[in-house]
């Protein structure tokens, strides 16, 4: 490894720090979470390091009851992490210095947090694949370790609502979006997909919100975007 790649890789780290840290309290309820629908730390465990997609394992969790209702669940976490797709087409055209297999774990370790750091990266400089494995797999690692602890210990946690933990993740997200902020098409885009999903959890409830969220955001963004943008769409 040069130097050039442990560079980048302590600059990964550096940037995922913050999300890694705010995963932590949000982890420990999920897997207290878990213990109270009678999973085990080693079926956390698997859940965490095989699936490893916080707001769908909470979804999963929510309608977790015995028979598990399969379709109900796989349809939920289907369309959670359907933006996963959109991401996906996002940051691929930015890896190309990966490689197959570099492409095929960066994708696995795909979080929300790790996208929008790969994309603010990726606008000033080429995205590498140390600087994304500086982030993906601590990311990764963190979120099972304080599952699976969460699943031992989350009972002597008290809730984490009393200390406003459940807001870190929000907050988090907040920041990222002001690093992307472009004026006016950022408005309407934010306000456009932010207005759809609060509209339709209240009016329908989740996971839906997700989707039309989303679907609000690329529309807004679409109608929103400058004409010579719009040209080159074309």
Known sequence: MTDRSWREARDGLRDILPPLIAAMPIG????????????SPLEVFLMSALVFAGGAQFAAVEVWTWPVP???????????NARHVLMSASLGPK????????????????????WALSERRAAVRPLTWA?????????????????????????FLGDPKAIGAD???TALFIGLVAGFWKGRATLITVA???????LVHVLVGPPWHVAAGALAGIGAAFLAAEPQEAGQRA
Do not use: Q
């Open 28 to 39: 420990l309820l999920f897997g207290a979470l878990c213990a109270a629908k009678g999973l």
């Open 70 to 80: 399969v379709a109900a669940l796989a349809f939920s976490t289907l369309l959670i």
């Open 95 to 114: 890896t190309g210095a990966f490689g197959r297999l570099g492409r095929l774990l960066g994708f696995a370790v795909l979080a929300d947090e790790n």
């Open 131 to 155: 600087y994304y494995a500086g982030m993906g797999a601590p990311f990764w690692a963190n979120w099972v370790i304080v599952t699976t602890v969460g699943a031992y210990a989350g009972s």
């Open 167 to 169: 807001f870190a993740f």
């Open 192 to 198: 456009a997909s932010a207005g759809a999903a609060a």
